[in-house]
């Protein structure tokens, strides 16, 4: 069946729509979608009931954690770390539940976000969030790292890596190099999927940032979708 990957999603749940309109998705079709789908956006919660949604229709539909789920998940865990989520967007989506305080979220959506895996392996791809961590004997050891490592492409253990390709979100990048990761994908081996989606809707008028990307894993394709909140 088919697989496609979805970089951060950050709660732009129309532009997540709008993507998933341009594959053609069907029933037992999987989806890795690679973290990050709540906060700073419009609509952290539609995000995970639209999850909720796919995996009814029968589609598989794997939701790596984001270090932006970890700080939720961080605040329900001790109050005192409320603020952190909060200011990094959290406010967005409480106001998404309709809700006060972390702690008055629902346990259905608290357990979904904790059922989260750190990295996820398929089809000779290795999906994770931030990316792994070189310096280790096992780059994937680390689950902190795994949430906010950014620019690891230069120690890439390729012994290691054998022949899998990294995909992976966290670090807002410009279009142009996401696009010569996209062709050099056989050699580089690493493609990041996150164009800072939410930072069009946030009034960052960038040009080259502001778009939801999926790979297909299956026939290397990349679709590209403008954040339509």
């Given at each position: 069946?088919p697989?496609?990957?979805?970089?951060?999603?950050?709660?732009?749940?129309?532009?997540?729509?709008?993507l998933?309109?341009?594959l053609p998705?069907q029933?037992g079709?999987k989806?890795v979608l690679l973290g990050?789908l709540i906060?700073r956006?419009?609509?952290?919660?539609g995000?995970?009931?639209?999850?909720f949604?796919?995996r009814?229709?029968?589609h598989?539909?794997?939701?790596?954690r984001?270090?932006h789920?970890?700080?939720?998940l961080?605040?329900?865990a001790d109050?005192?770390?409320w603020?952190r989520w909060l200011?990094?967007g959290?406010?967005e989506?409480?106001e998404?539940?309709?809700?006060a305080r972390p702690?008055q979220?629902p346990?259905?959506?608290?357990d979904?976000?904790r059922?989260m895996p750190?990295w996820?392996e398929?089809d000779?791809?290795?999906?994770?969030?931030?990316?792994?961590?070189?310096s280790l004997?096992?780059p994937l050891?680390n689950?902190h790292?795994l949430?906010?490592?950014r620019r690891?492409?230069?120690?890439i253990?390729?012994?290691?890596?054998?022949?899998?390709?990294?995909?992976?979100?966290?670090?807002?990048?410009e279009?142009?190099?996401i696009?010569?990761?996209?062709r050099?994908l056989?050699t580089?081996?690493?493609?990041?999927?996150?164009?800072?989606?939410?930072y069009?809707?946030r009034g960052?008028?960038r040009?080259?940032?502001?778009r939801?990307?999926a790979?297909?894993?299956?026939?290397?394709?990349?679709f590209?979708q403008?954040?339509?909140?």
């Amino acid at each position: 069946m088919p697989t496609y990957a979805i970089g951060d999603i950050h709660g732009c749940n129309r532009t997540f729509q709008a993507l998933l309109e341009q594959l053609p998705l069907q029933p037992g079709d999987k989806l890795v979608l690679l973290g990050d789908l709540i906060d700073r956006g419009p609509d952290s919660k539609g995000v995970v009931d639209l999850v909720f949604r796919l995996r009814e229709y029968g589609h598989r539909v794997v939701c790596l954690r984001g270090n932006h789920e970890q700080l939720l998940l961080d605040a329900i865990a001790d109050e005192s770390a409320w603020n952190r989520w909060l200011i990094n967007g959290g406010l967005e989506a409480l106001e998404s539940f309709g809700l006060a305080r972390p702690d008055q979220i629902p346990e259905l959506y608290l357990d979904f976000f904790r059922a989260m895996p750190f990295w996820y392996e398929t089809d000779g791809f290795l999906c994770v969030h931030g990316g792994p961590d070189f310096s280790l004997a096992d780059p994937l050891e680390n689950e902190h790292r795994l949430l906010w490592m950014r620019r690891w492409y230069a120690d890439i253990d390729y012994q290691w890596l054998g022949d899998r390709t990294i995909l992976h979100g966290h670090t807002p990048e410009e279009m142009e190099m996401i696009e010569t990761q996209y062709r050099n994908l056989e050699t580089g081996r690493y493609l990041n999927l996150d164009n800072g989606c939410v930072y069009a809707y946030r009034g960052m008028l960038r040009s080259d940032l502001g778009r939801l990307l999926a790979f297909s894993l299956d026939e290397g394709k990349l679709f590209v979708q403008k954040c339509v909140e």
